[in-house]
């Protein structure tokens, strides 16, 4: 297979990544919308208290919602389409420069990793009684890397898909 081809799969596993990423966020606005909630506050915010997360836990149509199916296993989904995609095509396009380079496809397993302490805490946190100001500081923080590395993820993988056309409009491939 030539390597048009495989970058070609990667443009679209990763638009079809982002587009799982936004249709599952779309799935989860009308339950929220309904309770007067932001839409998955927990995972997109770092603007919400100890007392926000406890009146979501209240709602227990809203909390068991948001675990299952949100949560496990839809998001799940999204998180792996997410980092395996851009995972794959840091590795591959940057990986043409030399196998250093391939190392930052290490960046979505980051995501990866925090965005799965995240829903899992979560989902631990949403039990009533099990949320304290301690517990929302460590949510907090795996949200912030996990932001933090989705957005790093997202950067590589433009950067990198950049400097693939560039080499390849140029000749310069291998």
Same mark, same amino acid.
């Given at each position: 297979?030539?390597?048009? %081809?495989?970058?070609?799969?990667? !443009?679209?596993s !990763? ?7 936004h %249709?599952?966020? $779309?799935?989860?606005? =009308? ?8 839409s998955?506050f ?12 406890? $009146? ?6 809203l ?5 299952v ?8 989904? !999204? #998180?792996?389409?997410?980092? =395996? ?5 840091? %590795? ?12 930052l496809?290490?960046v979505?397993l980051?995501?990866?990793?925090s965005?799965?302490?995240e829903?899992?805490?979560l989902? %631990? #946190?949403?039990?009533?009684?099990n ?6 500081t ?13 957005i790093?993820?997202?950067i590589?993988? !433009? ?6 056309l560039?080499?390849?409009?140029? =000749? $310069?491939?291998?």
């Open positions: 297979m030539d390597r048009t %081809w495989i970058s070609i799969g990667l !443009v679209v !990763v638009v079809a990544a982002f587009g799982l990423y %249709w599952v966020g $779309n799935y989860a606005a =009308g339950p929220f919308e309904a309770a007067k909630l932001s998955r927990p995972e997109k915010s770092l603007d919400y208290s100890l007392g926000d997360l406890q $009146n979501l836990a209240a709602k227990a149509d909390r068991k919602f948001y675990v199916p949100l949560l496990f296993p839809l998001d799940l989904f !999204v #998180m792996l389409a997410l980092a =395996g995609s851009m995972g794959a095509a840091i %590795w591959y396009w940057f990986g043409a420069l030399g196998p250093g380079w391939a190392l496809a290490l979505p980051i995501y990866l990793v965005d799965l302490a829903d899992g805490l989902a %631990w #946190m949403l039990q009533p009684g949320a304290s100001q301690t517990t929302i460590t949510l907090k923080t795996l949200t912030l890397i996990k932001l933090g590395s989705v790093a993820s997202a590589l993988t !433009v950067v990198a898909f950049g400097l693939y560039c080499r390849a409009l140029s =000749g $310069n491939l291998s």
